[in-house]
Each structure stands twice: as C-alpha cells, then as structure tokens.
C-alpha cells in the first residue's frame, strides 16, 4: 500500500498536473476549460484529472451536464508540513552561510592582529 503523501507527490511529478492545479487555484472549471491551453486529447486530460482526483487533490462537482473540477487543499497542506522539517533545515544551512559570508567579507579593525 502506498501512502497518501507518496501518491500526492507523484500526481505533482507531472508538469500538465501542475499546471491544472495552477488553473484551479483561480477556481473551479470544466473539463474543457481546464484542456484548452493544452495540445492534447480530452481523453489524455481526463486521465491526468483522475491522477489527481485519485491524490485527493480535486473534486469533481455535478452542476446540471457540468462536471466543475475543484482544488482540495488537504494533500498540499500535507506536503508543506513535510517539506516544512526541511526548510527549517535550510534556513539554519543558510543563516549559518550568513554569518560566515559576513565575517569573510567586514575587513579586519585597525589595531587587530591578524
């Protein structure tokens, strides 16, 4: 069995995925609306609109013949709370770089020995 985050990430690793998710984050639209930037099939869409419906990133709504995707923030959340153990991680890496560029570029005081 593969974990929801693993199955998130996946669905993200596509770069039509990402863009679909861009185009939601505006709100809710169609499958149609959602394919017209792109230079493929219906069919192809709605296989990449069922990876990510699977990863629990959109819903499907049901409007009269309408059937309006919608962004669920619930996996993204969940991928920030991951990948926030490691921001802590690199912004200690770079505050540390911080300091060290610091003292590598202040010129030595008169007076000092070096």
Known sequence: MTDSLSV?????????????????????????????????????????????EGAGLITRGRQAQWRPCKLELAPLKQVDGWLGKYRKFWSGSFDRMDVLLAELTTPPKKGRKQ
């Open 8 to 52: 998130t990430l996946a669905a993200l690793a596509d770069p039509t995925r990402r863009a679909i998710l861009a185009r939601l984050s505006k709100g809710e639209a169609t499958v149609n609306e959602l394919a017209e930037p792109f230079d493929m099939s219906l069919p192809s869409i709605s296989r990449h609109l069922k990876v990510l």
